[in-house]
């Protein structure tokens, strides 16, 4: 019923999305150009390394601080969601069956 009111919510919403997105598209813009080209200026458009950069990080991680590279670390969160979500299940399970065939109080 509010035109003026409506139109500042959307304002305000764009306004608060910009702000979460800007330093996400930063980021992702910085990772696709050379680790010379980011320390001299900030890079408005993507680079020309995109593939060399992911392919890299991906397979060997950053090799001269020797850490294991992107796509173990992948592997273990992977590995680590589905014992907690199997372990979650499993007590959902239990939980499930004890409510609905026993009787105690506060049922």
């Known amino acids: ?3 003026t009111l409506n139109a500042l919510t959307h304002v305000t919403l764009v306004i ?6 800007f330093p996400i598209y930063i980021a992702f813009v910085a990772s ?3 680790a010379r080209d980011i ?9 020309t390394n ?3 950069n992911y392919s890299t990080v991906l397979e060997k991680g950053k090799a001269s601080t020797g850490s294991i590279s992107v796509a173990l670390m992948m592997w ?4 680590m969601a ?14 499930a069956y004890a ?3 026993f009787r105690f109080p506060f049922r």
């Open 82 to 95: 589905l014992g907690i979500v199997v372990g979650k299940i499993s007590i959902s399970i239990l939980s």
């Open 39 to 47: 320390l001299m200026t900030v890079q408005g458009w993507f680079g």
């Open 99 to 101: 409510i609905v065939y």
């Open 76 to 79: 273990n969160s992977l590995v």
């Open 16 to 21: 608060g999305i910009v702000i979460v997105i």
């Open 50 to 52: 995109f593939i060399e």
């Open 1 to 3: 019923n509010r035109p």
């Open 32 to 34: 696709t150009h050379e």
